[in-house]
């Protein structure tokens, strides 16, 4: 299988540390464009979940694109 990215980065995080990672990365001095948008995580670790993701077997989380 060939994949071709074009992203020097990809970070899944909590939805609660959204804001953090986008005011972290507007000061940082990059070259580079950001995206950041929300993905449904499957098969993921139940602990953390609330009690809909658990029902719905997926949790939301951010994923961001360095491109």
Known sequence: MNQN???LLILDVPKVLETVIVDWLLDQDLDH???HYTVDVCGHDQTDMSA???V???KQEIRFEVL
Do not use: H, P
């Open 33 to 35: 464009v950001f995206t």
């Open 5 to 7: 990215f074009n992203c």
């Open 56 to 58: 719905d077997g997926r």
């Open 52 to 54: 809909l993701e658990k």
